[in-house]
């Protein structure tokens, strides 16, 4: 018989030999998309051509979306076995090669069944946990369980087994052949992995609040428990774990780690604020007790000890903490490192620290605990906020720490960063015109501007020019050698000449009624959507800059609640709209007098509306997706299409039958319509049972005798 189809590999398949076939299809389809249309003229294969053809197709409303690719995200957990690191970042496990730790070079990434995270309704889908032992990486991926994956070939690592965890796998720590997973409200899951293709739950003992953390010394699970501080467990038996004691404490209890008797605790405040690290007795298991404690100056999410020195990763830009704790009774810091966006994690080999946080993984130097220093980082694109893609390029600003990223999407499946540059304050929105990016960059104390960058060469981007911006900068629009940039805080529409790259200059501006968020041009009309994300109402204002130096208002329409985004097409405005949350669809062909036409209800916020022909993107912020509007009849917008991203959707550009989603902790999620895969469809000549048919039926395959 012969089997058709057209699909991706799956990690889950009924019976191997229906996953060896599902993985032949893809590599067979790479080579298959290497010789069709588009190969390149010298005969070389590049399956990354058949791709971006099929993406960059004059498709004007792509439909029936789903995930294609995806790029950066937050970092959570990180080992150190040998020459490399592992670390999650978004929904991927990335490997990294840090021989040398001042240049870490990214060598291998998995996705982990990223298409069935997003199935979820969970928006936390980042890995959380990792433990590597010799070739096998033990990954908790939080909704999809405990993954086990072999990376004896770091350049390609693959999955070889699965399990499911009640509730979220959160932690993990390997001992011999047992796992033993922190899993939530699903307590201390024990795993027998010795055979790692089938990986089972054998044991399980409940905690008092979720388990967040577990370290695992001879036959003793240590658990951070939240609430319930920290949980000492019998895992003698592994089918069946107990509890003998337990220490509580004021706070949450996020991570530890165990040195000899003594375990080291992470806590965060109850109002997440603070944090300390607290120094806990265990040579009795049955009663553990605190015997000495340090402030941290935010929520303490990660601790590793090393010698007389623990090292803590806390929520707040001083990131890693570096903690004497020779004498247990009195800790104390004596040194610490920013860290963009705060730390999630920490491993310390020799001297080097490796902290997972917002700004991918950062590699730090702590020979001299006193001064400790970054060094290096990996998969900088840890927080998107907006993007702005110019043919195979996709400009992206993003991190707590305000970087403008560039990335290559030649190949949709598989964006790659290319290069960035650090922004003064918060990179919050970008507009790029031929070889200049024009960056939205908020600030506080008023010192909020627009950075001039260019980005001839992607791989070096530079910034030429700057002026600051009075009251903020949330968005920018670039109309020839004008830039429009909308500010909250009192800045309200500032128009920029930017014929000058290394010298733009303020030539105009204009106080709407309420804060300005977000701005579009078209011609000699600027439209600015007013009203903070949590005001009660807001405005579309229409703004006549035929004379740049003096734009006047000359028409407004009142929104149900703040207007965050505006897109104009034509004669018709679409507006974003929050508290309720929705989209306006605003008829502008009177600039003097603007009027709803008609709304839709979202699921969420909306916080990125981007019209193509008769459909609105809109991005559904907190409620975690992309709404696909038909608004053919604007008077009566309905939603076609939900599309769940990883985490919370802001920005969103379309370009030819691609979907780009800035998607805030899930980096840069690309979607594309279904019928246009990477893979192309191919045949294979294979003699297969009934019960192996049935099993290539399930998983989409058509079965031709």
Partial sequence: MRLQGL???????????????????????????????????????????????????????????????????????????????????????????????????????????????VATSDSSQNLSGIDVVGTTAYVAAWADGLQVIDVSNVLAPRLVGAVAITDRARDVHVVGTMAYVAAGDGGLQVVDASDASVPRVVGSVAT??????????????????????????????????????????????????????????????????????????????????????????????????????????????????????????????????????????????????????????????????????????????????AVHVVETMAYVTGNIGGDFIAINVSDPASPRIVGSVETPGLAEDVHVVGNTAYVADNAPGYRSSLQVIDVSAPAAPRIVGSVVTPGGANDVYVDGTTAYVAGWDGGGLTVIDVSDRASPRIVGSAIPQGPASAVHAVGTTAYVATGHRNSPEGLLEVIDVSD?????????????????????????????????????????????????????????????????GTTAYVTNGYAGGLHVIDVSDATAPRIVETVNTLDLPDGVHVVGSAVYVADWRGGLVVLGPRQSRVFLPIAMDMSFDEGQRSAARAEGLRVVD
Avoid at 365 to 377: H, N, S
Avoid at 578 to 603: E, K, N, W, Y
Wanted: aromatic share 4%; proline share 7%; glycine share 12%.
């Fill in 548 to 612: 740049a130096s003096a734009p006047r208002i000359v028409g407004s329409v009142a929104t149900p609640g703040g207007a965050t985004e505006v897109h104009v097409v034509g004669t018709m405005a679409y507006v974003a709209n929050r508290f309720p949350h929705s989209l306006q669809v605003i008829d502008v062909s009177d600039p003097m007098a603007p009027r709803i036409l008609g709304a839709v209800l979202t699921q969420g916020p909306v916080e990125g509306v981007h019209v193509v």
């Fill in 208 to 385: 008092p609040f979720p388990a967040e953390a577990v370290h695992v010394v001879g036959t003793t699970a240590y658990v951070a428990a939240l609430n319930a501080g920290l949980q000492v467990i019998d895992v003698g038996i592994p089918t069946a774990p107990r509890i003998v004691g337990c220490v509580d404490m004021l706070g949450f209890a996020f991570a530890v780690h165990v040195v000899g008797t003594t375990a080291y605790l992470a806590i965060g405040d109850e109002h997440f604020e603070d944090g300390s690290l607290q120094v806990i007795d265990v040579s009795d298991r049955t009663s553990p007790r605190i015997v000495g404690s340090v402030e941290t100056p935010g929520v303490a999410e990660g601790v590793h000890v090393v010698g007389p020195t623990a090292y803590v990763a806390e929520r707040s830009h001083d990131g890693l903490q570096v903690i004497d704790v020779g004498d247990a009774t009195a800790p104390r810091i004596v040194g610490s490192v920013a860290t963009p966006g705060g730390a999630n994690g920490v491993h310390v080999v020799g001297t080097t620290a490796y902290v997972p946080g917002y700004a991918g993984l950062m590699v730090i130097d702590v020979r001299d605990a006193a001064a400790p220093r970054t060094v290096g980082t990996v998969d900088r694109l840890g927080w998107a906020n």
């Fill in 7 to 117: 699909m991706t590999p799956r990690t889950s398949l009924a019976g191997g030999a229906v996953g060896a076939v599902a993985l032949s299809f893809a590599l067979l389809a790479a080579g298959a998309a290497a010789t069709a249309p588009g190969t390149h003229s010298d005969g070389s294969a590049r399956s990354e051509v058949a791709a971006q053809d099929a993406l960059a197709a004059p498709i004007s409303e792509p439909r029936d979306l789903e995930i294609v690719g995806q790029i950066g995200g937050q970092a959570l957990a990180v080992d150190v076995e040998g020459d490399y690191a592992y670390f999650g970042v978004g929904p991927s496990l990335a490997i990294a090669d840090v021989r040398d730790p001042s240049r870490p070079v990214l060598v291998g990434r998995l996705r982990l069944r990223w298409k069935e995270l």
